[in-house]
Nanobody, 122 residues
């Protein structure tokens, strides 16, 4: 059973870079057909997709956040990293790592981490 666990600092100062890690256990991040997404939910708002890195290492980002976002991976540690630069208080949110399953007949986002709260404040 695949499990995802987000980790990183809970408090980041404005203008700094937010860096989070998603550690994947029970399965490899290089397995075909799986995309590894970062998604966030600001307080009182809906889910916002940030971007993904897929099984081959290709990435795609939200156009709104693309200029500030970088998603990478370490296959030896089986983890995914999110970096979001020049943060402002509007980046305060619960950040989730989620697996998207593109196998035929799959249900899309089929595995989520528990989420980690990040607050941007001086």
């Amino acid at each position: 059973q695949v499990q995802l666990q987000e980790s990183g600092p809970g408090l980041v100062k404005p203008s700094q870079t937010l860096s989070l890690t998603c550690t994947v256990s029970g399965g490899s991040i290089t397995t075909n057909y799986y995309y590894w997404n970062w998604i966030r939910q600001p307080p009182g708002k809906g889910l916002e997709w940030i971007g993904y890195i897929d099984y081959s290492g290709s990435t795609d980002y939200s156009p709104r956040l693309k200029s500030r976002t970088s998603i990478s991976r370490d296959t030896s540690k089986n983890h995914i990293t999110l970096q979001l630069s020049s943060v402002t208080p509007e980046d305060t949110a619960v950040y989730y790592c989620a697996r998207e399953n593109l196998l035929p007949g799959a249900l899309g986002f089929d595995c989520w981490g528990q989420g980690t709260q990040v607050t941007v404040s001086s």
